[in-house]
């Protein structure tokens, strides 16, 4: 398989024994694709799943499928290009966020859930300001996530989203999915600080070029980890945000960098020619 074959060389360009780095690899179908039987395969509609999971189990060996009908995030869904981030009507169904969101409020089934447009318009993450408290998650004394409504809207007018929506599906999966040989569009791996240096020195070494890190607070693994590396075509490296630190739980040493297919294995040549150059195994922390 392609995808093993570049990252066991990513691996084994760092030279210290027994290191592995979580790699998820996305695949967007656009409508008018179609979507592999084995991809369906990974398809589940008992119950939604945020895209920062999606990203988190796939390397768990848990591929996932998602759509506009399984998606856990109505925020993930507007930046991977599965919904028009105007559309006014709440998603049909139950979803993880706002089911979380409906069970802090404590109003069960007359919870609202917020359309597309309440999160495009700032209201839902500004819900203090917006007197919206049906979309807290904290309580009484949630600040909410931005200030006000327009600080917030200005916010996410800066992340990326794959907009109008012209994507079907979006699969994700890792090194242990063999049943058919996909090339991804994005690769996002789930690195220590000390390997995002060596990845870094490894791409400047061989292009002389920087690496540009747009960061939000919110919507990382969508917006700054997948959809801006797809629509820019260049690498980008972001922490990661309240849904992907307490609902998928990636761990407080862990940075994420999304990385566009064609930027990958330039990137691994430049880590392997600069082994003797940039050597990995002796910095500190290198050894897991």
């Given at each position: 398989m392609l995808m093993r074959r570049l990252y066991r060389r990513m691996i084994n360009?760092?030279?210290v024994e027994g290191i592995e780095i979580p790699a998820t690899y996305i695949k967007f179908y656009k409508h008018g694709q179609s979507i592999p039987e084995q991809v369906w395969a990974y398809y589940t509609d008992e119950e939604s799943v945020m895209c920062c999971q999606a990203a988190r189990y796939a390397?768990?060996?848990?591929?996932?499928?998602?759509?506009?009908?399984?998606?856990?995030?109505?925020?993930?869904?507007?930046?991977?290009?599965?919904?028009?981030?105007?559309?006014?009507?709440?998603?049909?169904?139950?979803?993880?966020?706002?089911n979380l969101m409906g069970g802090e409020?404590?109003?069960?089934?007359?919870?609202?859930?917020?359309?597309?447009k309440d999160f495009t318009m700032?209201?839902?993450?500004?819900?203090?300001?917006?007197?919206?408290?049906?979309?807290c998650f904290f309580g009484t004394e949630d600040s909410g996530r931005f200030r006000d409504v327009a600080t917030a809207k200005a916010a996410i007018s800066e992340m990326s989203a794959i907009q109008p929506p012209v994507m079907k599906g979006v699969f994700f999966f890792?090194?242990?999915?063999?049943?058919?040989?996909?090339?991804?569009?994005?690769i996002l791996?789930?690195?220590?600080?000390?390997?995002?240096?060596?990845?870094?020195?490894?791409?400047q070494y061989i292009t002389g070029r920087s690496v540009n890190a747009v960061m939000n607070a919110l919507r990382v693994v969508d917006s700054d980890l997948i959809a801006r590396p797809y629509i820019t075509q260049e690498i980008n490296v972001s922490?990661?945000?309240?849904?992907?630190?307490?609902?998928?739980r990636f761990q407080g040493d862990r940075l994420g960098i999304g990385i566009p297919f064609n930027k990958f294995e330039l990137l691994i040549k430049g880590m392997e020619a600069s082994r003797t150059g940039y050597p990995f195994y002796k910095y500190p922390g290198a050894r897991p």
């Open positions: 360009s760092l030279g390397p768990l060996e848990q591929p996932v499928t998602l759509t506009i009908d399984n998606i856990g995030c109505v925020a993930a869904a507007i930046s991977l290009g599965l919904v028009d981030q105007e559309k006014d009507t709440p998603l049909k169904g139950p979803r993880t966020y706002t409020a404590g109003l069960g089934r007359k919870f609202d859930p917020p359309s597309p700032g209201i839902v993450y500004a819900c203090r300001s917006a007197g919206r408290k049906e979309f890792s090194n242990s999915f063999e049943e058919l040989d996909i090339t991804p569009d994005i791996l789930s690195v220590r600080p000390v390997e995002l240096t060596k990845i870094i020195q490894g791409y922490s990661y945000c309240l849904g992907a630190r307490m609902v998928a």
